[in-house]
């Protein structure tokens, strides 16, 4: 009886796109259909507009200057709530008073891998939430603690540390990285460093993913991630 394989799957996200969220509550019933896999998950950072200032942008405002119109965006914000439905988000998008820079948040969620894996994805999962559904701007530093203290993280450290440029240029660095890797949108799920699925895609599509990359491990024709 073969041994059960450990693949890694890094998600590529940022914490202000509604189809990250999406996708990552696809990815949680994807890993709960891959049988014994073991799936080690980092969570990696990008940013859709870097160019926000830290006191970040008035969302109404800002959302209806990207989409260029108020039935556009209207049409884009039913589709999201349609799709969070299914995977029971709760999307409240017109609680929503900032457009933050999301740097902060990364930074947060890069210490939080120090602690876990599971207290970054739980970490995450609760800036999802505050954002999305608790309409909390997840640029404020105290939203941020907040989410940190919940997710097990030493609170006082990170405090202390978001007051500092601590790992700014390394989570810059992580961004191009993945754009020189060809990431131009997110959510994107990187299986062992070598495959990308792009894209919100259905559990179904993510776990078939997971178990090719996992059989390929098994017989030997995959170097393991670094």
Known sequence: MSEPQTVQVDVVSDVVCPWCYIGKKRLERALQA??????????RPYQLDPTIPAEGHD??????????????LAEAHDAVKAAGADEGIAFDLGAIAVSPNTLDAHRLIRWAQTVGAEAQTRLVGLLFKAYFEDGKDIGERTVLIEAATEAG???????????????RDAVRSEIDTAQNMGIRGVPCFLIENKYAVMGAQDPATLADAIRQVAAMKARGELETAS
Do not use: Q
């Open 59 to 72: 969302r109404k405002a800002y959302m209806l200057a990207k989409f260029g119109s108020r039935e556009k």
């Open 153 to 167: 993280m030493d609170a006082a450290l990170a405090e202390t540390l978001l007051a500092t440029d601590a790992d």
């Open 34 to 43: 891959v049988g014994d896999i073991e799936v080690e998950l980092r969570w």
